[in-house]
């Protein structure tokens, strides 16, 4: 397994590097923004420790660029700073998870581990479903000439569905692959959610596309 990591602060990068490599995985590292975009564009890693604050382009800009490029790479961003508006704007911006530091190489560890056991998924510049198209890079939704504006987890939880087409998601693969690792709410938020895609994907066009599986969890028909 092959991880990049992306810190400036040189003692930082060291300790995280001897502590994935003692992990057993071969790690690269990139101390900069441009650095860290060409690595992700030229090598397959399967994941990425990403620090928020380094040279320009900052991490947040590495993930829409990257994006953009249709690299889904796993990304771990790391902040200094706990802001839950800084979360969400590293999660909008592709991040896979986010971490705060100072933080427990345990637990960074750990969320690496999660983040490497996903199943990989190809992850085309757009996602079909009849005439219902998400785009990941533009963070844009539409039905038809429609577009639909989603919030953040909603669009992350239509995403999934799209990405899965036609298969039966549990509630707690939504949860794991949605919501943050750190989550650890009740299930019934993947059904508030459900309802709130139904209410502005499916129902103002008279579709069905995101159905109940009972007992089971969701399933987003491809052709509905």
Sequence with gaps: MRVLVVEDDPAMAAMLERSLQRAGYAVDSAGTGTDA??????????????????????GFDVCRQIRAKGRWVPVLMLTARDDVRD?????????????????ALD???????????REPAQRPTE??????VLDPASRTVRRGDTRI??????????????????ETLTRTYLIEHVWDFAY????????VYVR??????????????????????YRLEPDA
């Design 87 to 103: 979360k969400v704007r590293g999660l909008d911006a592709g991040a896979d998870d986010y971490l705060t530091k100072p933080f």
């Design 196 to 217: 709130y895609l139904r209410d502005k994907v499916d129902r103002p066009f008279g579709r069905d596309t995101i159905r109940t599986v009972r007992g089971a969890g």
């Design 127 to 132: 996602l079909r479903a009849g005439d219902l």
């Design 37 to 58: 975009v060409w690595a992700i564009t030229e090598t397959d890693f399967d994941a990425v420790v990403l620090d928020a604050m380094i040279p320009a382009p900052d």
């Design 184 to 191: 650890d709410g009740g299930s019934n938020v993947v059904d």
């Design 107 to 117: 637990e960074l560890l750990a969320r690496v581990r999660a983040l490497i056991r």
């Design 149 to 166: 504006p989603l919030s953040a987890k909603e669009f992350a939880l239509l995403q999934e569905l799209m990405r899965r087409a036609g």
